[in-house]
């Protein structure tokens, strides 16, 4: 699901354009990975923070 | 130097000098061809070869609509193309809650048995006489998963496109006015499905 809403919030972004995203799904690293490898858009980084994950994704 | 000599020297020089335009001019081409190139498969990958997931939704349960949502909603953020084909109690369970439509008599025995909207839903297993469904519901909103109604919506932003087979609607004795709305929503048999699903990479039975 945070995949779902970061396709739909960066689909309206320019390109280039820098998103943080937080979230407290297991599946969230794996996830966002596959989904910039996929995509095209940069995984600039991945953070594990207590309780979450955060990362940054620049649109391509 | 001898004046011959200097003549052959500067005839040299300007064969070497056109050699180097030359030279400079197939660099410039070899550029401008590998960049056609680059745009040409960018073009063919992004839009002519755009990979598809095709699911076919049988079943009627809340347990399996989550599924085919949360596939059809995840390949879709991936930049895939989607299709969602509803049959027989998958038909069914995209009724709305209440409409009223001209039925014949064994048309609306079928529709007192058939659901009335997403929310009534059973769930394939632990049904527990309704009590299933509210207890996943309940969980899923703890969780801050989306509920299939939000799924359905998010859907329909994403561009999922949702075929209805039109012997189900026929067989459960289904009008269309009785469907929940959707954008680009169509009726369809089997020969637009197979084509649909045919040239994509995966296909699904739910």
Partial sequence: MPIVLLAKALRDAGRGSQMTVRADDRAFPEDVKAWCRKTGNELVSLDNRPGYYEAVIRKA | ?206
């Fill in chain 2, 1 to 206: 130097m001898s004046a011959a000599a200097q003549l052959a020297s500067s005839g040299l020089e300007n064969r070497l000098a056109a050699l180097e335009a030359e030279v400079r001019r197939l660099a410039q081409s070899s550029l401008e061809q590998s960049t056609r190139l680059e745009q040409t498969t960018e073009l063919v990958l992004g839009t002519g070869q755009r990979e598809k997931l095709s699911l076919i939704v049988f079943s009627g349960s809340l347990d399996r609509l989550i599924a085919a949502f949360v596939l059809a909603t995840g390949a879709a953020a991936m930049g895939m193309e989607v299709s969602m084909f509803f049959t027989f109690w998958g038909t069914a369970a995209l009724r709305r809650e209440r409409v009223r439509v001209e039925k014949t008599l064994l048309e609306r025995m079928f529709g007192w048995m058939l659901p009335r909207g997403v929310k009534k839903l059973p769930l394939s297993q632990m049904n527990m006489g309704g009590g299933g469904p509210a207890m996943i519901r309940y969980v899923m909103k703890k969780n801050g998963v989306a509920s299939v109604e939000e799924m359905i919506e998010l859907s329909k932003e994403l561009g999922v496109q949702l075929n209805v087979c039109s012997m189900s609607m026929e067989l459960l004795g289904m009008k269309p006015d009785e469907l929940i709305d959707y954008p680009g929503r169509s009726f369809c048999g089997v020969a637009k499905f197979l084509e649909t699903a045919a040239p994509g990479k995966i296909t699904m039975f739910l």
